[in-house]
């Protein structure tokens, strides 16, 4: 019974599995936001349409609104794009990140 006991952590080891891949933050596989071609949304009015259009041009997972006088945190995604508006809900500014 004994050396059963001492053999039994080595078996269950033996049954585990390394993960296949650790998620990082900020990272989507298949998603790295690029701002070529977004360049034709400035101006226009910042609505659920626009943004995912935008995201669709980027190629990024994740939409940031941008209001003004709103804080943004300084972490960078590459799966991320930013869209700034103005006063009048208008697309000023288009980043990834």
């Known amino acids: 019974m004994r050396k059963v006991l001492l053999l ?50 980027s190629h990024a997972a994740v939409l940031r609104w941008a209001p003004p006088g709103v804080m943004l945190t300084m972490d960078y995604r590459e799966d991320r794009v930013t869209v700034h508006l103005g006063p009048d809900r208008r697309i000023t500014q288009i980043r990834c990140g």
């Open 8 to 57: 039994a952590p080595a078996l269950l080891a033996a049954c585990s599995t390394a993960p296949a891949q650790v998620p990082v933050h900020g990272v989507t596989p298949g998603h790295k936001c690029e701002t070529a071609g977004t360049e034709r949304f400035i101006g226009q009015e910042g609505t659920s349409e626009s943004g995912a259009a935008i995201m669709r041009v």
